[in-house]
């Protein structure tokens, strides 16, 4: 890879790395709030989470993959459907590697940290290979 190509990919992996904080972020407050208005864990964690994706898609097709944003209409409603096929990919892998590290034996806040990580990582490839390719 060129070396202007090279910086390229740094710069838009440290864009999305912003825009998985930032999405992260809107996750938790909308998880805190729904919490303080009573609703139930697993709803207020399921709302925190699908607003944590729709942050996500905003912040990446602005910001991250501009470029490879599809033009409105059927090809933009297939990449957004795709976007969150991803993110439920994502969140399948975070389940299976928590549930995999505990029963190996380790604390589940590591094994948590552990499923961010190649979560992460994984939603990062098929997003840039696959969604906004």
């Known amino acids: 890879m060129p070396p202007a ?7 838009v992996l440290l864009r999305y790395t912003i825009a998985s904080a930032i999405a992260l972020a809107g996750d938790y407050a909308i998880f805190l709030a ?4 009573g609703l139930a864990p697993v709803a207020a964690s399921a709302l ?19 470029t490879g944003v599809a033009p409105a209409g059927p090809a933009r409603s297939r990449q957004k459907a795709l976007f969150v096929v ?10 299976a590697t928590v549930t995999t590290g505990t ?3 380790f604390d589940p ?7 961010v990580a190649i ?15």
Not at 5 to 11: E, K, R, V
Not at 109 to 115: T, V
Request: one cysteine or more; glycine letters at 10%; a positive charge.
């Open 109 to 115: 806040r590591a094994a948590k940290l552990a499923a």
């Open 48 to 66: 925190g989470y699908c607003s944590g994706i729709a942050i996500h898609w905003i912040a990446s097709s602005r910001a991250v993959f501009a």
């Open 86 to 95: 991803t993110a439920l990919a994502g969140l399948i892998l975070t389940g």
């Open 5 to 11: 190509a090279h910086d390229q990919g740094h710069a």
């Open 34 to 37: 729904l919490l303080t208005f």
């Open 119 to 133: 979560s992460f990582l994984v939603t990062w490839q098929l997003r840039r290979r696959l969604v906004f390719a």
């Open 103 to 105: 029963l190996a034996g």
